[in-house]
């Protein structure tokens, strides 16, 4: 299949998504959050809900997902994008489209977490080619935790424990990361995350060793629509990158049960 025909078909996927739905951000949420702003959660998408996403970041980049909830704790995403895609000049295409798939096997109790196995190989950001790999790495195989407690609405931690398959760098450690999610009334949610980055902090790597810091707000502004800005390595983590300093990013996702 052409890269033409590819992106023609997907984006023909996303225009059959309405603007009719469940939204992701506050007290009164219908689903969990699937990712924090890197990090992946232990969240999954209901049966039968198909979700799309956005995600607008520095240099006109653009990652885009389509993901459904094949079964209870299971479902399966394709992912694509690029950098300058918004501005002019030519566009700049990944050179794969990103897999992705999660199961949750445990789902949370009184006393103990939520725990999810997932695969995802769509990164952040430009895409290096002589290191093949994206400026912030794809989590490759993971296992995430979520555990959710009532205080002034939901206070929610993530965990997670990844190796990512981007490993050109020479930089193959495994890697941790760890996030909060704090409801603020009915449909705003703030949230948290800190990826170590372990794999990231070679002489060959981006990162300075400090980790990426993240931060960003969910809001379910209508039914079916959550809108999310984020601002991203706040700890000025990238060593030699073509970005430096705090990024803004938007979030837009849709979500609607087709089945």
Do not use: C
């Amino acid at each position: 299949m052409s890269k033409q025909t590819f992106l023609t078909s997907y984006f023909i996927l996303f225009l059959t998504v309405q603007l009719f739905g469940q939204a992701a951000g506050g007290s009164d949420a219908s689903y969990e959050l699937r990712d924090l702003i890197d990090l992946p959660t232990a969240g999954t998408l209901k049966k039968g809900n198909l979700g799309v996403s956005f995600y607008a970041l520095p240099f006109g980049v653009l990652t885009s997902k389509i993901e459904l909830g094949i079964i209870k704790n299971f479902s399966l995403g394709l992912s694509f994008g690029g950098a300058n895609l918004i501005g002019s000049g030519k566009p700049d295409f990944y050179k794969r489209p990103g897999i992705l798939g999660k199961f949750r096997f445990y789902t949370e109790a009184r006393s103990f977490p939520s725990l999810t196995i997932g695969f995802n190989t769509q990164g952040k950001g430009q895409f290096i080619d002589s290191l093949d790999r994206y400026e912030i790495k794809s989590p490759g195989i993971y296992l995430a935790s979520s555990k959710n407690y009532k205080f002034l609405g939901y206070l929610s931690f993530h965990g997670i424990i990844n190796y990512s398959l981007e490993k050109k760098d020479n930089d193959e450690n495994i890697n941790f990361g760890a996030g909060i999610e704090k409801t603020i009334g009915p449909t705003i949610s703030i949230i948290l995350e800190y990826d170590l980055a372990l794999n990231d902090n070679s002489n060959n790597s981006l990162g300075k060793n400090n980790g990426y810091l993240n931060a960003g707000l969910r809001w379910s502004a209508s039914y079916g629509l959550t809108i999310g800005l984020d601002f991203k390595n706040l700890l000025d983590n990238k060593n030699h990158s073509i970005n430096d300093g705090v990024e803004r990013t938007l979030f837009i996702e849709f979500v609607r049960d087709i089945y």
